[in-house]
């Protein structure tokens, strides 16, 4: 069980297109999601945090209207990249937290990634 | 905020026994979380350490002092698949999502 999936796990695209990715909770629902980006050989950096029904919550230095998030249901995130330019070129793996879980608790399934290559 | 400090790379040579340590800085802790990643992947989860003490799963270990703000990962009998990247982690002040240390490197040779 816990399972989350993300769509597509690989994506290639032109300078000033816009590319969705997807976050879904398979098995359970997630009432809030995360978005992580990383860079090769670095960490993974919290873009944002995503409540169902309900705005993003970004991290400082993220551009909220480059990065659109929506949750619109309780088993889907997705993250919008809007005009990509090549230094968005990067890995971004999303996780969810279940329905119920209490504040603290490091109970976080993750996404297997995807991969963003814009030329 | 939350800061991590670990090793950026470690080497050993299989079978044997390798200690990664973390410092954090938080505001707020619930507790320390470890993440191995391989190449192109997912991060996986390890462990979690909300209180002091060793916590084993197999040949993995890790440890916590909340005194020292101060832990460590203990990955015995070392294996070739160990080769990955590892990274200690907190939740952050909300105690919903993870902040991770910059990880360390481990490269396992035979």
């Known amino acids: 069980g816990a399972v989350v999936s993300q769509h597509p796990s690989w994506v290639i695209c032109k300078s000033g297109t816009s590319v969705k990715i997807e976050c879904r909770s398979l098995?359970?629902?997630?009432?809030?999601m995360f978005w992580y980006r990383q860079f090769p050989k670095q960490s993974l950096m919290l873009m944002a945090t995503s409540n169902e029904g309900s705005k993003a919550t970004y991290e400082q230095g993220v551009e909220k209207d480059k990065f659109l998030i929506n949750h619109a249901s309780l088993t889907l995130s997705t993250l919008t990249v809007t005009s990509a330019h090549p230094e968005d070129s990067s890995f971004y793996i999303c996780?969810?937290?279940?329905?119920?879980?209490?504040?603290?608790?490091?109970?976080?399934?993750f996404g297997p990634g995807t991969r963003l290559t814009v030329l | 905020g939350q800061s991590l400090e670990q090793p950026s790379e470690v080497t050993a040579v299989e079978g044997a026994i390798v200690q990664i340590n973390c410092t954090y800085q938080?505001?707020?802790?619930?507790?320390l979380s470890w993440y191995q990643q391989h190449d192109g992947g997912a991060p996986t989860f390890l462990s979690y350490n909300a209180l002091d003490g060793l916590e084993e799963t197999g040949r993995f270990s890790s440890f916590l002092s909340r005194s020292d703000s101060y832990g460590y990962l203990l990955l015995q009998e070392l294996q070739m698949k160990d080769s990955a990247s590892y990274f200690c982690a907190v939740l952050n002040q909300a105690g919903t999502a993870l902040i991770f240390g910059k990880g360390t490197t481990l490269s396992v040779s035979s």
């Open positions: 938080t505001s707020g802790f619930y507790g």
């Open positions: 996780s969810a937290r279940a329905r119920g879980q209490g504040v603290g608790k490091d109970t976080q399934y």
């Open positions: 098995d359970f629902q997630a009432t809030t």
